[in-house]
Every structure is written in structure tokens, then in C-alpha cells.
């Protein structure tokens, strides 16, 4: 998704030859520059991991810097909501959308998914000064969920929508009732659980 950040993405390879994983690490990160991106480290894996498919759990944090002045230094990295938002009703609206539900009205256009089903672990709001945060956790998202949730969450947060609002637009399982799709700059990857790898 261009412009979504990582601070934990795990990808895999398969290599014709075995290298040392401090080799394979060094490498590709030679080959990576200027790219910001870092490879931190490498293992060998059985041959039976996927890093898509061997996950047990996905988390996101999405960032949003909720103040009149526009962000310096992090311009790319959060979403700027100028606007007062309540982030206590933001968490009562999130609890709507936590469990096991269709989630097409939060779900891309093309979103290659079989199916809408999914099971949100947890959707958490808090603030931590200006900024609030979002925290979701689930075994697999749709395209485009996190962030769509997120933009309806804002709604409410903003006193535009209220949280029987967002459980109605969950429920009705149609995308022209999901809130406007929050930009991609304030979301990130932030951690992939597995299970161990022996």
C-alpha cells in the first residue's frame, strides 16, 4: 500500500545456495541504498514458512495529529486532523467493529479477499497529547480496512457521526457507507506474531 509505513514487516526467500543469515542481511541492504528501507536481521526458516500465510496475528498503529499546526518534521509519517477530535468517543465507536463481522462496507473496491469475514482482535483509541492513536490487531485485514476504519472513526470522533452511526454503517455491509478512507501516511505495521520456528 503506497505510503503505509513498517516498523516490523517480515518478508522470506528461497535462496539456491545456503548463506550465513548475517551475509544474506548485509547484502541485501547494500543493494537496498537509498531506499529507506533496512533489513535488522535474518534466520534460516523450515521450508514450510510463508511470511503471509504462516502469520498468526497482524498489528497496525495508525497515527493522527490532532492540532492546528500542521506537522514539520513528520509531514509524511502521521495523518493531520486539524479539527477537535474526542478520542473517548473514538475508543466507544472502535468497540462496534471489534469481533467477528462482514466487513465490506470497510473493504477496497479491489480487494482480492474470497471473503469479507474477518475477526478484528482489537481496535483501541487513545490519546497521548496531540496525538491520537489507533491500534488494531487481527490475523489478516481487507484492503484498505485499517484505514477505512480509521476515516470512520474520525467522523465520530469529530461529532460528525455517532457510534450507533459507525454500527450501522458496519452493518450494512456497503462500501458507500464506510467514512472517507484516512491517507495511507499515518498507518503502520508494527509487529507480525508467528508461531515458533523450530
Not at 480509521?150 to 457507507?177: F, I, N
Request: net charge neutral; charged share 25%; glycine share 4%.
Amino acid at each position: 500500500d503506497s505510503g503505509v509505513h513498517a516498523t516490523h514487516q517480515v518478508v522470506h526467500v528461497d535462496l539456491e545456495k545456503e548463506w550465513r543469515p548475517d551475509t544474506v542481511r548485509d547484502a541485501t541492504n547494500s543493494h537496498l541504498r537509498p531506499a529507506p528501507v533496512a533489513i535488522l536481521s535474518a534466520q534460516i526458516v523450515p521450508e514450510t514458512f510463508n511470511a503471509r500465510i504462516s502469520a498468526l496475528k497482524r498489528h497496525y498503529v495508525y497515527r493522527i495529529l490532532n492540532r492546528r499546526a500542521p506537522p514539520a518534521l513528520e509531514a509524511s509519517r502521521v495523518w493531520h486532523v486539524a479539527w477537535a477530535l474526542d478520542a473517548d468517543v473514538m475508543h466507544e465507536a472502535a468497540q462496534m467493529l471489534v469481533g467477528r463481522h462482514d466487513f465490506t462496507t470497510f473493504r477496497a473496491a479491489e480487494c482480492q479477499a474470497n471473503s469479507p469475514i474477518r475477526t478484528l482482535d482489537r481496535l483501541d483509541v487513545e490519546r497521548i497529547g496531540d496525538e491520537i492513536r489507533i491500534s488494531a490487531s487481527a490475523r489478516s485485514f481487507l484492503h484498505h480496512q485499517v484505514r477505512s476504519m480509521t476515516g470512520t472513526l474520525e467522523r465520530a470522533g469529530a461529532g460528525r457521526w455517532s457510534v450507533e452511526d459507525v454500527r450501522a454503517a458496519l452493518e450494512a455491509q456497503d462500501r458507500k457507507r464506510c467514512g472517507p478512507m484516512a491517507p495511507s501516511t499515518g498507518l503502520y505495521l508494527i509487529g507480525v506474531d508467528y508461531p515458533e520456528l523450530t
